[in-house]
């Protein structure tokens, strides 16, 4: 009988995923979770996204890292898969995203744009553009001080390019040209190009989105050496 609330079943704290996929999401009782900081010591933003592995959990991180990529911040994305955890965050569905310790979505599998969206709302703003002491921002970013520059993420075309870049320099017996690489995407939108790898020589964008040859790249260097 269930009077005094003798025999009644105890209920149980689940999760629902946004997937509807079946993944086990059943929940332990809320545990006391150890909050971080807003930020670290080196200024990163604290960024996490809770799941349990499924597929839009793992949709929602990819996401989230290219947006932050995008915007060129300074954070590091925690994936976290263990329940106990996200159930000190109070969260009901998955996947769901924390910022600074603070659920501020969950049970949607957001884009990569509408991650930067919340981020733009809650203040986050990417680090100001690089500038030089005279042109007030409009000049290229000083970090080239290498007279060769590939601009990209670090994809597999990315060191193909630079690889075949030094190839290239060896073709030509060139010793004075220096090779740097620019993962910044705020940096590589200065350079105006609208898919990567790009080249860069001199400070002068020669190609992008593209991956040259070495015998290709070693006929434009000789064109700038004159």
Known sequence: MGLFGFGKKKEENTLACACQCGCPTAATDPAEVEKETSYTGD?????????????????????????VL????????????????IAGYGVMSIPALVVNEKVITMGKVLKATEVEQLLNKLGVVQP???????????????????????LGPGCKNCKTLEENTRVALDMIGNTTFTIGHVTD?????????????????????????KVLKPEDIATILKKVQG
Do not use: W
């Open 70 to 85: 995008r915007m060129g911040l300074n954070a590091d994305v925690e994936y976290v898969t263990d329940m106990a955890q």
């Open 128 to 150: 100001a553009a690089p500038s030089c002491c005279t042109c007030g921002g409009t000049c290229k970013p000083e970090s080239a001080s290498a007279s060769i520059l590939i």
């Open 43 to 67: 200024g990163t933003l604290s960024i996490k996204v809770l799941g349990a592995g499924c597929a839009s959990c793992h949709t929602l991180l990819e996401n989230t890292k290219e947006a």
């Open 185 to 209: 995407f705020a940096e590589i939108a200065q350079y105006g190009i609208m898919s990567t790898p790009g080249l860069v020589v001199d400070g002068k964008v020669v190609s992008y989105g």
